[in-house]
């Protein structure tokens, strides 16, 4: 093989993968962090440890296509640089995604689907599993929970020839950089987000039952307290409830960030509250939350769920309240890495300082099923 470059860029193995051209994605980290967050459709082998002690032989244990183009992952990008290398001398055409799974934070996939009288589009960052939003009316747009640099909205945005009239934020995250405020200034528009909060500068205040028009809809702030204070969620009548980080596909969100034991425990009868009013909407409604805990496939298929599903689905949503709070508290994940660097940082509204990346690297965590 040539001795060319054998680094792939993060954004050029997502545009190949949102082409579909045929890629052999070969994850040779650890398990423990292969289980913490992937890349969709990736194969594994546990080669890690072997290929840092120079025993390349471990790749002979995956069985790679003939004619294979392959694209080697690990955490940032040195160890997958091993694999590709390995796999060249064997004849194989290999490259090394550069700067690992910590690059691959920021990569993003979208689905859309078509609403009687709107669009919506799901922006996926496909490693996170961060969803963000763009519902258009009649070329009028709002912008929700924005996750992702400024430029892949200016992309949607003027690829499809929409006006954004409003941004909005669900609640503060805790486990991305939020890019609302941006996004907002970039397309001079009404930045809202819910309160009570303490971010450091000038936003629109959701209260409840606030109501935001464009074109020929209208979404309603409804009020959903428990995993923030301030968290909202917005609806659709009888079509679809962006819920947040509320109400997942599988689960529901934690009460327990920046909270003490006792906090928690209010917050999970908050939590409760909030849900009993979300479910009472009707069955067919579209479930649309904030994030999944599973990679998001670049298979332009919107991840949701309906009420109906999600009361199948979820099975402490059928419990009493006191059952409900003590469930939730006992099945409490791990607490996400570096959450309360990223809740300074989204409430200053500015990370000029610091490099995204870095930050906001590995899974999320907001999610209890």
């Not at 994605?25 to 890690?48: C, F, K, M, N, T």
């Not at 120079?54 to 294979?68: A, F, K, T, Y």
């Amino acid at each position: 093989m040539s001795d060319s470059k054998i680094g792939i860029s993060a954004e050029a193995l997502r545009k190949q993968l949102e082409k579909k051209e045929p890629l052999f994605v070969l994850d040779v980290r650890p398990l423990s962090q292969r289980e913490e967050w992937q890349i969709p459709g990736s194969h594994y082998v546990d080669a890690y440890a072997r290929l840092n002690e120079g025993d390349d032989s471990v790749l002979d244990e995956i069985e790679i296509p003939e004619n294979s183009k392959v694209v080697t992952v690990c955490a940032a990008g040195r160890t997958s640089q091993l694999a590709a290398e390995a796999l060249r001398k064997k004849g194989v055409d290999a490259s090394s995604l550069e700067g690992g799974m910590k690059a691959w934070s920021t990569a993003w996939n979208i689905a859309r689907k078509k609403f009687d009288d709107f669009d919506l589009w799901q922006i996926r960052r496909t490693g996170k599993g961060c969803l963000s939003y763009i519902i258009a009316s009649q070329k009028e747009a709002i912008v929700i929970d924005a996750s992702l640099p400024v430029e892949v909205y200016e992309q949607l945005i003027g690829q499809h020839n929409l006006s954004v009239k409003y941004v909005m934020e669900t609640h503060i995250h805790a486990d991305h950089l939020s890019r609302s405020r941006q996004v907002a200034e970039r397309f001079q528009a009404p930045l809202f987000l819910p309160s009570p909060n303490k971010v450091q500068f000038g936003y629109e205040e959701i209260a409840p039952g606030t109501t935001f028009s464009i074109g020929a809809i209208t979404l309603e702030a409804i009020p959903t307290p428990g995993h923030t204070l301030e968290s909202v969620s917005f609806y659709i009548k009888d079509q679809i409830v962006l819920t947040g980080d509320t109400l997942f596909t599988d689960g529901v969100g934690r009460p327990d960030l920046k909270a003490s034991p006792e906090e928690s425990q209010h917050k999970a009868a908050l939590l409760y509250q909030s849900l009993k009013r979300m479910l009472s909407l009707p069955e067919k409604v579209q479930v649309l939350p904030a994030h999944t805990n599973k990679p998001a496939d670049f298979n332009e298929e919107l991840i949701s769920t309906t009420i109906g599903e999600a009361k199948r689905r979820i099975p402490f949503l059928q419990s009493g309240e006191e059952d409900f709070i003590q469930t939730l508290l006992q099945k409490i994940p791990p607490t996400p890495t570096g959450y309360l660097a990223i809740v300074e940082k989204n409430l200053a509204g500015n990370f000029a300082d610091i490099n995204p990346v870095d930050v906001e690297a590995g899974a999320n965590r907001c999610a209890v099923s």
